[in-house]
């Protein structure tokens, strides 16, 4: 195995573990009735414009199932070159999705966005929630660059 295809592989794999620990939270948030994220509650008057936590948070889930899935397909992208740019279209706007939401959290945090909400109660378990995040999109920052470089050269 080269250094290229190994690095593709371990970025692909650390991408698609996020995406699980993405997965995990959300059904663990399910299965309590709640919204947010770990480490980040959600403020009470978004329960007003849900109508069933359990269900958008089982979707969310589902969504992240599907972004663990996409990841993985950029360790050997598809030979047919219209799913190649489509698994790299949907793995950059995924990028640019966490990667907007670890950026919204980390100044939730920090206090610079309170518009975003309280800080976090949990000060370990957001910490965690964000480093996830930022791991993920790097990881999957990554794999997308290589399956792109790939594309050009096959």
């Known amino acids: 195995m080269t250094r290229s295809s190994k690095k593709q ?46 269900t958008a ?18 360790i050997r992208p598809p030979a047919a070159r219209g799913w190649r740019w489509a698994v790299l279209g949907v793995s950059w706007a995924g990028i640019a999705m966490i990667g907007a ?18 800080a976090p109660p949990r000060w370990a378990t957001a910490a965690a929630a964000l480093v996830v995040g930022a791991v993920w999109v790097a990881g999957w920052s990554v794999a997308a660059v290589g399956a792109a470089r790939s594309a050009r050269e096959g």
Do not use: H, W
Request: proline share 6%; glycine share 16%.
């Open 101 to 118: 939401g670890v950026i919204g959290f980390g100044a939730r945090a920090a206090g610079l966005a309170p518009g975003l909400g309280d």
């Open 9 to 54: 592989l371990v970025s692909a794999l650390v991408a698609c573990a996020g995406a699980l620990a993405y997965t995990v939270s959300k059904a663990d948030l399910a299965r309590d009735g709640e919204l947010g994220m770990p480490g980040f509650p959600a403020p009470p008057e978004a329960y007003t414009q849900v109508a069933d936590v359990t």
């Open 57 to 74: 948070q089982l979707g969310n889930a589902g969504l992240g199932l599907l972004m663990a899935v996409v990841a993985l397909l950029l």
